[in-house]
């Protein structure tokens, strides 16, 4: 904190980044585009509801964060159901394909890693189930989780993927 701050318009802004990039995609494993954003990681949460739930978004909520998505979508404004779990009980994917079958539903939330109760979800299992639904997105917080355990967003065909800096990573 001693060094001069550099301006986010500066060359020496685009070198940091350009030099970040690169390896932020590594870690994430994807070839696209990483952003990096100055909210909390509730702000991407917000901001991955209000930009894709046309329809009907599923919730999967098995603990304090999880749950809490729930409030988020409808306090946005979006049509939310809550696929819930007793606390500490991981999310079945069996049931997230019985409720996508229905139709209702464009957007699921997924909570990889729920740290309320450290019970880490079947995250290749659900992004299987999720991408056979082809007008269906998934977007999944490794808040908790990110970089702890190697997650492949390209190869799992996850839609979102968003962490924070403050846990896991
Ligand atoms: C799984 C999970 N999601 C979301 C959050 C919220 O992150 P933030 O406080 O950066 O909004 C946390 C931790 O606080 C978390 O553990």
């Not at 046309?54 to 098995?62: A, E, G």
């Not at 109760?117 to 079947?122: D, R």
């Amino acid at each position: 904190m001693a060094a001069p701050m550099i301006g986010h318009r500066s060359k020496d802004f685009v070198n940091l980044y350009n030099d970040i990039h690169p390896r932020l995609q590594s870690l994430v494993g994807t070839t696209q585009p990483v952003f990096l954003s100055t909210s909390s990681a509730w702000g991407v949460m917000e901001g991955a509801i209000r930009n894709l739930v046309n329809k009907k978004v599923l919730c999967c909520c098995s603990g304090a964060f999880s749950d809490k998505w729930v409030d988020v979508a409808v306090r946005c404004g979006k049509d939310a159901e809550a696929l819930q779990y007793e606390w500490g009980t991981p999310v079945d994917p069996a049931d997230i394909d019985a409720k996508l079958a229905t139709g209702e539903f464009d957007v699921v939330t997924f909570i990889h890693n729920e740290t309320s109760t450290g019970v880490m979800n079947p995250l290749a299992e659900v992004a299987a189930v999720v991408n056979k639904y082809d007008d269906v997105l998934l977007v999944t917080d490794t808040v908790s989780s990110f970089t702890v355990v190697p997650i492949e967003f390209d190869k799992l065909g996850i839609d979102v993927l968003l962490t924070g800096s403050q846990k896991a990573y």
